[in-house]
């Protein structure tokens, strides 16, 4: 029996119906098309990866099908092991032509693309992989790469017609997406979906853009006048390109401060994925091998108490037990948490990678990796960073209201001492009636961070460190950039 030949188009983190020029390139050809999403079991098991993550990307396979649907077209969503899914695709329907975006992954993605290219390879079918996002594969150094990036940034975005579509859906038991449909929702975490995207943009561009800059860094108010597009981005909800032609055309009508703020740090969203690109070890090794030797011993307890919010330090637990219950933290609140960790308790930069990619819904590798390192102080080419978490909570949550929403312990805290509540002894607490069950701090931050001080830079002044600085800059400096 002659079996129908079919091309693919192959969605990953591009969880989208426009912009996509995978999608768009085989419109234009003549063959009926399977629009497949894979949720392999490696993603499911892997560490990285938590129900959040899946959940946001089940709403926005069905916001994606709930499109398709009006124009008769529809998607087909398996679980499983890839290759074992495309070989059985493969032998009911003639895979001719394969399409997807290139993906800068971990390294298990990366070994399931490797086994199917060969298995591809084999059977004679052609793959293409188009650049997404205005990451290059392949470059050896960052000469040109500023310029290239803005290039594509203004380069006209992907147009396609959906009524154009001929798909064909494969169903198999075997492969029957159960995990998917045995999810619940929790209303605590972001929805996904290309058109929460689009309504998030609009309202971000047009509406809470004008407080961007100012609120920022704060750990409340950044959750409504930060763009809030960050799961949105990284699952391809929308494309970095469609986000920066909307910003870019924006400053036209006013607001251009915080809009040109908001554009320079999309350009900084691909700049730390192009450095995981070229340099993916960076997920097992420090940036800097010069750290290597340089590592130190865990302290289990101290881990714990982080994870779980209980460290005794109050913006430190709050952002913790934030991000655990919605999926979000601005900025400084994450480079915050990294540096508890490994500047105040002085533990290693993978001791917390896993634990907090599992927390952020909107976990992209590229960026996670080098800011992760970065904020750990093991990369030997940026500033050390080190945060005190006590000056952060002053300075960005004055008054506390970030810290009482999250510590229920502390919610009948005077504000005054709300930062400190250690400070605080038994017979004021008496006076004062306060009664509160919060944690004692599990270490004196003064004194952390004056330890801290003198072994990070004697790290950094290392011979070990110095030396493979040259490496570094090699591949990732930005030609004429000073150390940030």
């Known amino acids: ?61 069905k916001n994606m099908a709930k499109q398709l649907k009006v124009h008769g077209q529809k998607l087909t969503v398996l679980e499983g092991d890839t290759l074992e899914i495309f070989k059985n695709i493969h032998s009911k329907f003639h895979i001719k032509n394969i399409y997807s975006h290139q993906e800068t992954g971990l390294g298990f993605s990366y070994s399931i693309d490797k086994r199917l290219k060969k298995w591809v390879d084999s059977e004679k079918i052609s793959w293409t992989e188009f650049q997404q996002n205005g990451v290059v594969r392949g470059i050896k150094n960052r000469n040109n790469w500023v310029k290239n990036w803005y290039a594509f940034m203004h380069s006209s975005e992907t147009r396609l017609d959906l009524k154009q579509l001929k798909t064909v859906i494969f169903k198999s038991e075997k492969f ?105 070890e960076m997920e097992f090794l420090p940036q800097n091998k010069g750290y290597v030797s340089l590592r130190r011993e865990s302290n289990s307890a101290y881990i714990k108490s982080w994870e779980e919010g209980n460290t005794g330090i109050p913006l430190v637990d709050a952002c913790m037990r934030c991000v655990i219950k919605t999926g979000y933290l601005n900025f400084r609140m994450r480079a915050m948490l990294v ?38 102080s093991v990369t030997g080419i940026n500033t050390i960073r ?51 069950s919060y944690p004692h701090p599990i270490v004196d931050v003064t004194e952390a961070l004056k330890h801290a001080r003198k072994v990070l830079w004697a790290e950094k002044g290392s011979k070990e460190v110095k030396n493979a600085k ?9 030609p004429g950039r000073k150390e940030q």
């Not at 989208?16 to 390139?25: A, I, N, Y």
């Not at 159960?178 to 561009?205: C, K």
């Not at 819904?361 to 960026?367: L, S, V």
């Not at 040259?470 to 930005?478: F, G, P, T």
Request: overall charge neutral.
């Open 1 to 61: 029996m002659v079996r129908q030949e079919v091309n693919i188009v192959w969605f990953k983190r591009d969880l989208r119906l426009k912009d996509h020029e995978p999608l768009s390139f085989s419109i234009d050809q003549d063959l009926p098309i399977v629009l497949l999403y894979i949720l392999d079991f490696e993603y499911i098991h892997n560490p990285h990866y938590s129900n959040r993550h899946w959940q946001f990307v089940k709403d926005s396979l």
């Open 176 to 280: 029957k997406p159960n995990y998917f449909m045995n999810l619940e929702n929790d209303s605590n975490f972001q929805q996904g979906g290309e058109e929460s995207a689009l309504d998030v943009l609009e309202d971000f561009i047009w509406n809470r853009s004008k407080k961007y800059s100012y609120h920022i860094s704060k750990p409340t108010e950044s959750r409504t006048s930060c763009s809030r597009l960050s799961a949105h981005i990284a699952w391809g909800n929308i494309s970095i390109r469609k986000v920066y032609q909307a910003g870019y055309q924006a400053k036209a009508s006013g607001n251009k401060r915080n809009l040109n703020a908001f554009l320079s740090r999309l350009r900084w969203h691909c700049h730390f994925i192009q450095k995981f690109e070229q340099e993916i």
């Open 339 to 376: 540096s508890f960790l490994t500047h105040v308790l002085l533990q290693n930069w993978d001791d917390g990678i896993q634990y907090l990619a599992r927390q952020f819904t909107d976990f992209e590798p590229g960026i996670h990796y080098p800011q992760f390192q970065m904020q750990a």
């Open 386 to 436: 080190i945060y005190n978490p006590i000056k952060q909570a002053k300075d960005h949550d004055p008054e506390g209201i970030f810290i009482k929403k999250w510590i229920p312990e502390l919610i009948d805290f005077p504000t005054d001492h709300i930062h400190e509540p250690w400070k605080v002894n038994e017979m004021e607490r008496s006076l004062f009636n306060i009664k509160t």
């Open 470 to 478: 040259k490496a570094v800059l090699s591949v990732h400096a930005v």
